[in-house]
């Protein structure tokens, strides 16, 4: 980034967040369902950002100018006779919306970008879960059957090309989903359940780190290009932290 010790900033400014938010909360068919539901938008100035320097492990903080967060978030509940179902769904938009650049170096190299406009938080766009449960009486005990779902939409986990955090090999965040089953029966105070945790065993990473890191311009075009032919990182062995398995058990309760 062509700084020295001294270029880097002793310390950074406040900031503020002016937030709106319109929803409601909504019992219908005599309470046996409940919507809430909320639509939002959040404006952000002087953001705090913690800056890596790449090669060196050096990091500082500054205001990395403004972003803004929008989306909408709606859950459901239902209760219709031995079966209760929620399903929920949320939508998020958060970006910066202006570049911000490094300090200033000493000598003729220009400030580095440290976000662009446009460059996302590492946030998924969209979440999704559905679930439902059966309750039942056998033989004078009651019990239960549920299952449960949950989808989360893939994101960028960094900057984009133009910054010389962007790291190719790690930006993309791909999307997950999980499903899980439970059922219990209760034995006059003693509670017997089974459960298969990611009953579809997917194998989603969760975390990805290494290869390319602190990509820069080039210096013939001026521009730095998504495939970063030049570096100052990398690391040919890539750790990734997957799902876990798929996860058989059984517990028991005993209530005194």
């Known amino acids: 980034m062509g700084l020295t010790v001294n270029d880097i900033p002793k310390e950074y400014g406040a900031d503020t967040v002016w937030n709106y938010e319109l929803g409601g909360k909504f019992r219908l068919f005599q309470g046996r369902v409940q919507v809430n539901s909320s639509i939002y938008r959040i404006d952000w ?42 399903i929920t ?65 893939k994101y960028f986990r960094g900057p984009g090309p133009g910054v010389n955090a962007y790291s190719p090999d790690n930006r993309n965040a791909e999307s997950m989903d999980v499903l899980n089953f439970r059922t219990g029966y209760n034995f006059s105070g003693l ?22 890191g602190g990509c820069s311009l080039n210096t013939t075009t001026g521009y730095q290009d998504p495939d970063c032919p030049i570096f100052v990182t990398y690391n040919p062995f890539t750790t990734i932290t997957p799902q876990r398995p798929r996860e058989f058990g059984l517990r028991l309760t005993q209530r005194f």
């Open 89 to 153: 769904v949320g939508y998020t938009d958060a970006q910066y919306t202006a570049t911000a650049l490094g300090p200033d170096p000493i000598g003729p190299v220009l400030p580095a970008p440290i976000v662009r406009k446009g460059d996302s938080f590492p946030v998924p766009k969209w979440q999704f879960s559905i679930g439902g449960q059966y309750d039942f009486h056998l033989g004078g005990n009651r019990g239960y059957a549920r299952l449960d779902y949950q989808y989360v939409g």
């Open 45 to 86: 100035t002087g953001v705090q950002l913690n800056v890596g320097i790449p090669g060196c492990g050096q990091t500082y903080t500054q205001n990395a100018g403004q972003a803004r967060s929008q989306g909408f978030d709606s859950e459901i509940q239902a209760r219709l006779g031995p079966i209760t179902t929620n």
């Open 191 to 212: 509670m017997v359940e089974l459960f298969v945790n990611n009953v579809l065993n997917g194998g989603a990473a969760l975390g990805r780190s290494a290869n390319r």
